[in-house]
């Protein structure tokens, strides 16, 4: 079975830092895999997703992911955190006929 | 503006009256689907549909229902709710072409906050 595992649910940067989201998944076949972030009280926005073209993803906003098949890991990246970018990340595997979420993970940015 | 819009976007109720929260897209999207979403478990989907008169069961859709008769539309119903769908629900829908969620990008509506007494 298919499953998407975020392994942190709370990450702190301060503004200016790199931003590290991690994420593994399980398949039995090559997936394809999201990010989604929701920011309070919004609904989700697509910020990047995979589907085999390329192993590293640009998304919206300066955040990219790369798709490492040896570590089965699906990372969210961004050089410089910005204070918007304070928000809930969910890392989403595509299945057959239904999305896979993650837990999620709460991004916090200080000043 | 492409959207999707839910209704209402927040909802106090009590047990057993039963409530239906609306969904509606323009986009002239084939899937649509249902999720709630608690705290610590990320989004588990309730329902959902690839087309017109096509629904199907999700994760966790005891107590739910839904209908598919117009292409834009797919109300969420709860015909007894009960305090433990206290939750927040997003409607999302995609194009659902031959990879459906696989590949789709799957665009939400802002939420609907029920709260249960």
């Known amino acids: 079975a298919q499953s998407v595992t975020q392994l942190d649910s709370h990450v702190s940067v301060s503004e200016g830092t790199p931003v590290l989201l991690r994420c593994n998944y399980s398949s039995s076949y090559s997936p394809s895999l999201f990010w989604y972030v929701q920011h309070p009280n919004k609904g989700l926005q697509l910020l990047l997703k995979?589907?085999?073209?390329?192993?590293l993803v640009k998304g919206i906003n300066g955040f990219e992911a790369e798709f490492k098949k040896s570590e089965t890991s699906f990372h969210l990246t961004k050089p410089s955190a910005h204070m918007s970018d304070a928000a809930e990340y969910f890392c989403?595997?595509?299945?057959?006929?239904?999305?896979?979420f993650g837990t999620g993970t709460r991004l916090q940015v200080f000043p | 503006e492409a959207q999707v819009t839910q209704n209402p976007r927040y909802l106090i109720t009590v047990t057993g009256k039963k409530l239906t929260v609306t969904c509606s897209q323009n986009?002239?999207?084939?899937?649509m689907s249902w999720y709630r979403q608690d705290p610590g478990l990320g989004l588990r989907q309730i329902y959902y549909?690839?087309?017109?008169?096509?629904?199907d069961k999700g994760d966790v859709p005891e107590g739910y229902k839904v209908s598919r008769k117009e292409k834009r539309n797919f109300p969420l119903i709860l015909e007894s709710p009960s305090p433990n769908q206290t939750s927040l629900y997003f409607c999302?829908?995609?194009?659902?072409?031959?990879?459906?969620?696989?590949?789709?990008?799957?665009?939400f509506g802002p939420g609907t906050r029920l709260t249960v007494l």
């Open positions: 999302a829908s995609s194009l659902g072409l031959a990879d459906l969620a696989s590949t789709d990008t799957q665009y």
């Open positions: 989403v595997g595509g299945g057959t006929d239904k999305l896979i």
């Open positions: 549909s690839m087309n017109v008169e096509v629904t």
């Open positions: 995979y589907t085999s073209a390329a192993t």
């Open positions: 986009m002239n999207h084939e899937y």
